[in-house]
């Protein structure tokens, strides 16, 4: 009699590998986005194939992924993985080389950036120009509008980092949409984008995390403010008076990648084709406003939902896409360069 | 007493006592060192290999010599200031033809890229090329690999790229130290000062040490009145009013920074009060900037200061002030002449904790500071986690740790006594 929890202790830990089988770890960035991802995804993914999915959260760390692969030590099956980290993951061998062939066509993928050798572009999203329009009666077009302090006064919130900020202080000063990555490029180009940074400077609030600027906006502290697309949304639906100004923005992709050396290949590539086939996809865009890769999704959604995503004709003219290799290849410089430039 | 119990009993100063005496004190320490050894053991391995580890990193460097051996040789009598021979065009071909894994080659790209801008996507277009087409159809001499090479990517006419390469055959390098102070190793192998848009480092060293400063000043103005007034309470008084010391201390730290986030925004509390007040006619700024990054951490680190002081103070007897007073001395020149000097201790103590616990803050500058409030630590993190660059996060790590040691030390010369927490 005493040796019956013993034996089933035994049993189950004899047992749990078995249980592994059946269930596949997919990690995400955690917030709205998670939510939509459950309801579109996992869900119709759990119900279909009775493999249960956890989710987990993190913050984008690549490290994390780093450390598991090099310790043969895989615990995580999928990972959502922003754009510039997907391409230098793969190149570093953190990601597996994808099967196309078991996800799904790749021609109705698109923007064609969406097919990469390790990771597939799961949504677009973009970041914005954002502001409360309760607050602002005259409404901002263009960057330009965002950089005059005149016109518009108050402080503007920025994400902290070089990134995309560098973009939006060209478009500012008057570069044109497809010249941009061709002037930062060049070193008088990054000097261009510093300065008129600096004009700014004193007007800027920065933020860190994707909630802060509806929170800044909402709460008065900015006037305006560069936010995801979708962040802004969410709190549209939630009643705020927050407006975007499509005018500009800038567009990417996040991808879902599987981790090297996952135990789950075959299970997460079945998950992969539920979550980018096209009833996936159209879900995903119902619960978040942020853009299906897969074209064939974009019938099954109204005009309303629609109008709210980064894809949408409307919203997209004008858009600048995120350029990756650019960013791969000079962010580490840039980022650095943006850091000595917050000192002065 | 007897006079029989004076004299020595039989057996004393005999060689057998001696041994067995030796045999017991000998068991008694070998005891004591068995019993330590499991705590040994646990800082062995919690401690000491990773440090050694963080020290290992940031000075290995095994990208470039692992997976470049022939093109290191065939550089290794290059001047580093013409054109590099042509044979070193074909040795990188050919190492890169012989990479084992594609991951070595993603390695090297990050190594070079964080070199020079733009290394990676050159190294990694060159390596699908040296993989690919140009294993299936060698070209016959190195004058010919040169010029394919130059026809994918004319970037490999450039010297940086192979000055880079040049600089990193062998496996130990200073450079992540020396980016660490914003130093760097010339092309012929003098020291120089980083360009101004990339010196960083020293002035967020130094911004790292100010508001430690600032902080621990802050802590030691605020703990030493309370903490004196506390050790004057009965105890009774003083347990209760330590409870409220220390509840806000065994909070989450996530939780403290959170509503100071609430009580400092634009709209918040204590905007809200100075304008009813009137004392002010438009809301500052108090978060997203130095205000709220030192307010929130004086809060936060405030019971390292008063717990060493008040512990000290306890121990100090008040008659010593009472007898100043009674010898004529002014109340305030009592209190400055006898009684702080006996508090130097808890001072010392509680400074050096204050000082060493802020120079390795992280969450609450990042959440509360704007990008020129951020320390060290924030930098270490950015490196571990986003652009995974470990060797230049384990040399920031190593100034950390050396000026942490170096205050130590500074501490042990100046007070002349072991730390003592009280």
């Not at chain 1, 965002?146 to 060209?170: C, H, I, Q, S, T």
């Not at chain 1, 004009?199 to 995801?228: C, R, S």
């Not at chain 2, 050096?352 to 969450?363: A, K, N, P, Q, R």
Request: aromatic share 10%; proline share 6%.
């Amino acid at each position: 009699m005493k040796k019956t929890p013993l034996i089933a202790l035994i049993a189950a830990v004899v047992a749990l590998p078995a249980l592994a089988q059946s269930q596949l770890t997919v990690v995400n960035f955690g917030g709205a986005n998670a939510n939509a991802q459950k309801k579109a995804y996992y869900e119709p993914f759990e119900k279909a194939t009775g493999t249960k999915v956890v989710s987990v959260e993190y913050n984008g760390e690549q490290a994390k992924v780093k450390a598991m692969v090099e310790a043969k030590n895989v615990t995580w099956d999928i990972v959502e993985v922003e754009s510039p980290d997907i391409g230098r993951g793969c190149d570093e061998g953190l990601f597996e080389k994808l099967d196309y062939a078991k996800i799904g066509n790749k021609a109705d993928f698109a923007p064609k950036s969406a097919v990469t050798d390790c990771g597939v572009g799961i949504f677009v999203w973009s970041t914005v120009m954002a502001y409360n329009g309760d607050k602002l009666k005259d409404a901002p077009k263009t960057w330009a509008d965002f950089w005059d302090v005149k016109k518009f006064p108050g402080k503007r919130a920025m994400r902290k980092g070089a990134r995309y900020n560098l973009e939006f202080a060209l478009l500012a000063d008057g570069v044109k949409v497809e010249d941009v990555y061709k002037v930062l490029a060049t070193p008088a180009g990054a000097d261009r984008a510093f300065k008129k940074l600096t004009e700014l400077k004193p007007n800027i609030q920065w933020w860190e995390a994707g909630a802060q600027p509806p929170q800044f906006l909402v709460a008065g502290d900015v006037v305006m403010a560069t936010a995801y697309n979708g962040r802004i949304d969410a709190a549209a639906r939630e009643g705020k008076n927050l407006k975007i100004n499509w005018n500009n923005q800038i567009y990417d992709m996040e991808y879902f990648g599987i981790v090297k050396g996952s135990p789950n290949r075959d299970t997460a590539y079945k998950f992969l084709a539920v979550a980018l086939g096209a009833d996936g996809q159209a879900e995903y865009a119902k619960n978040i406003a942020y853009g299906p890769t897969n074209t064939k999704a974009m019938a099954k959604l109204d005009a309303k939902t629609l109008a709210n995503l980064p894809t949408a004709p409307a919203n997209a003219a004008g858009g600048l896409e995120f350029n990756i290799k650019f960013w791969a290849d000079q962010g580490e410089a840039l980022e650095k360069r943006f850091a000595s430039w917050a000192t002065q | 007493m007897s006079a029989g119990s004076l004299t020595a009993p039989a057996g004393i100063g005999t060689p057998e006592l001696a041994r067995s005496l030796r045999r017991a004190q000998s068991r008694r320490r070998w005891t004591a060192i068995a019993l330590t050894l499991p705590l040994l053991a646990f800082l062995l391995v919690t401690l000491l290999v990773p440090i050694g580890a963080l020290l290992m990193r940031a000075v290995e460097n095994p990208e470039v010599a692992r997976s470049l051996p022939l093109t290191g040789a065939a550089l290794a009598r290059w001047d580093r200031k013409t054109e590099p021979p042509a044979a070193a065009y074909a040795a990188l071909v050919r190492d890169l033809g012989q990479l084992e894994e594609g991951a070595q080659a993603g390695a090297l790209a990050r190594r070079l890229n964080s070199e020079v801008p733009g290394g990676r996507s050159l190294v990694m277009s060159t390596y699908r090329a040296a993989v690919g087409p140009w294993k299936d159809e060698p070209a016959a001499t190195d004058a010919q690999v040169r010029q394919r090479m130059l026809e994918l990517d004319t970037r490999w006419a450039e010297l940086p790229y192979w000055q880079a390469i040049a600089k990193n055959v062998s496996r130990w390098t200073p450079d992540y130290l020396m980016t660490s102070v914003d130093l760097r190793r010339n092309v012929d192998g003098s020291l120089e000062q980083v360009a101004p848009d990339q010196r960083v480092f020293s002035r967020i060293l130094l911004r790292t040490f100010e508001i430690s400063a600032i902080v621990t000043l802050a802590c030691l103005l605020l703990g030493y009145p309370l903490a004196y007034w506390l050790s004057t309470l009965p105890a009774r008084q003083a347990n209760v009013l330590m409870i409220v010391v220390l509840v806000p201390f065994w909070t989450s730290i996530l939780v403290r920074v959170a509503a100071w986030i609430v009580l400092l925004q634009r709209e918040g509390l204590v905007n809200k009060a100075l304008l009813s007040l009137s004392v002010i006619g438009e809301p500052l700024t108090l978060l997203f900037n130095r205000t709220g990054v030192i307010v929130s951490m004086t809060h936060i680190l405030l019971p390292f200061m008063i717990l060493p002081l008040y512990s000290v103070m306890k121990s100090v007897p008040p008659s010593y002030l009472r007898a100043a007073v009674s010898l004529g001395s002014p109340p305030l020149a009592a209190f400055f002449r006898v009684y702080v000097p006996q508090t130097w201790p808890g001072i010392g103590a509680g400074g050096l904790l204050v000082f060493i616990l802020s120079i390795g803050y992280y969450v609450t500058p990042a959440l509360l500071g704007g990008p020129n409030d951020q320390m060290l630590s924030y930098y270490i993190a950015q490196y571990t986690n986003v652009d995974v660059n470990w060797g230049m996060a384990c040399a920031l790590g190593t100034v950390l740790l050396s000026a942490t040691l170096v205050l130590y030390a500074i501490y042990r010369r100046v007070v002349k006594s072991e730390l003592s927490l009280g």
